[in-house]
């Protein structure tokens, strides 16, 4: 079977799709460091749910959630978002979060990416809706110039373009989300 992936120092093709280095993981690790600290102080005196949305947000949730030097739950939903011919956008959680954790807990949503802003300006007033003591979002990215829908981001990341970017958890169709990097498509 042929390869999908062919990746060279500069250069790497997904699918038949080019993409050149973007951010390297070391500059993405310092961040995350920030950011689990930025988290650990302000979570002091409760103890938060990490709320993990599939499949993006793994890698780095799980770096972020290591830099967090608190007790804290893990848990993980999957969303699916389409806008079909409507203006705004349907969010299903195919996976949700059950209600003994989201009523009167402190919720961390943690996401990859925060695009056109469809699919957190849904879930995360729904879970404040289901009762949980406070909601808040960490975000790896955000492509301000992408948004559709306004969302607060607690915790960012990196700004970026609105360019397509894989790696460090974001896929194209599946691959690169194991690239340590992050990759913008040329
Ligand atoms: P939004 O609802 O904010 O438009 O979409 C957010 C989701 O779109 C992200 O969680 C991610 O799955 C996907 N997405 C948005 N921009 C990119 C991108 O540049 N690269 C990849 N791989 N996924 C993206």
Request: hydrophobic letters at 45%.
């Amino acid at each position: 079977m042929e390869n999908a992936t062919a990746v060279s120092s500069e250069r790497l093709t997904l699918h038949g799709k080019a993409f050149r280095p973007y951010m390297a993981a070391k500059t993405i690790a310092e961040r995350v460091a920030e950011l689990g600290q930025q988290i650990a102080r302000d979570y002091a005196h409760v103890e938060p749910v990490m709320v993990v949305v599939l499949k993006g947000s793994v890698v780095f949730a799980a770096d972020l959630a290591r830099a967090v030097s608190l007790p804290m739950e893990m848990e993980f939903v999957r969303l699916s978002s389409y806008s079909g011919t409507q203006s705004t956008g349907v969010v299903k959680a195919l996976q949700p979060l059950a209600d003994e954790l989201c009523e009167g807990r402190h919720l961390l949503v943690v996401e990859d990416i925060v695009d056109t802003g469809t699919t957190l300006s849904k879930f995360l007033p729904d879970l404040k809706a289901r009762g949980a003591a406070s909601v808040k979002l960490a975000a790896l990215l955000s492509k301000p110039d992408a948004r559709l829908h306004e969302v607060e981001i607690d915790y960012l990341g990196f700004e970026i373009p609105n360019d397509f970017v894989v790696g460090y958890g974001l896929d194209y169709d599946e691959l690169g989300r194991n690239l340590p990097g992050i990759w913008v498509a040329e």
